[in-house]
T-cell receptor, first 116, second 110 residues
Framework: GAGVSQTPSNKVTEKGKYVELRCDPI?????LYWYRQSLGQGPEFLIY????????DSGLPNDRFFAVRPEGSVSTLKIQRTERGDSAVYLC??????????????FGAGTRLSVL | GNSVTQMEGPVTLSEEAFLTINCTYT??????LFWYVQYPGEGLQLLLK?????DKGSNKGFEATYRKETTSFHLEKGSVQVSDSAVYFC?????????FGSGTKLNVKP
């Protein structure tokens, strides 16, 4: 597609459930980032992929959060045993080559996760 | 460590007023600096960037200069329009990791 696509746009779940959030980056972009944005805050880094591998996952808050990118394109962010504090907008961004400091990130519209 | 601090909003201006949104950063090494904008109901999009000290980024009448001596990257526009109403985020990229400020909401009244 023309831009970064995230699905679903909204997800409502109950505390303790498992959720998967999908990101479809711009075709050909090798770098992919996941962020979490709470209300009134800026995006908070979670994980960065270069190709299929997670180059930096230091932002994942705990072991309930996991992300994959098996074929170097689509990525899935997985959250186990969701908690109310996980409620936020989850943003995905892709970049042509994460190896260059001045590289531009292109953001998706985000998935708004609500944990009841 | 790496972090970005930007002025709290909301900032409310009349059309054609001068805009400054302050941004300062803390970083190891030589980060690249960015301003992103989020219009109502839309995703973040790049407004401008600067990759080294003394570089000036500019776009759509907005400007920001990478000041290493004051660790700042203030956003300016000489004459704002109602259509500039949005949330503005300052960000830095260091070693492929991006750090964002908390955002400044700008309201421009006709």
């Amino acid at each position: 597609g023309a831009g970064v696509s995230q699905t679903p746009s909204n997800k409502v779940t109950e505390k303790g459930k498992y959720v998967e959030l999908r990101c479809d980056p711009i075709s050909g972009h090798t770098a992919l980032y996941w962020y979490r944005q709470s209300l009134g805050q800026g995006p908070e880094f979670l994980i960065y992929f270069q190709g299929t591998g997670a180059a930096d996952d230091s932002g994942l808050p705990n072991d309930r959060f996991f992300a994959v990118r098996p074929e170097g394109s689509v990525s899935t962010l997985k959250i186990q045993r969701t908690e109310r504090g996980d409620s936020a907008v989850y943003l995905c961004a892709s970049s042509p080559d994460g190896g260059t400091g001045g590289n531009i990130q292109y953001f998706g519209a985000g998935t708004r996760l609500s944990v009841l | 460590g790496n972090s970005v601090t930007q002025m709290e909003g909301p900032v409310t201006l009349s059309e054609e007023a001068f805009l400054t949104i302050n941004c300062t950063y803390t970083a190891t090494g030589y980060p690249s600096l960015f301003w992103y904008v989020q219009y109502p109901g839309e995703g973040l999009q790049l407004l401008l960037k600067a990759t080294k000290a003394d570089d000036k980024g500019s776009n759509k009448g907005f400007e920001a200069t990478y000041r290493k001596e004051t660790t700042s990257f203030h956003l300016e526009k000489g004459s704002v329009q109602v259509s500039d109403s949005a949330v503005y985020f300052c960000a830095l990229n260091n070693f492929n990791k991006f750090y964002f400020g908390s955002g400044t909401k700008l309201n421009v009244k006709p």
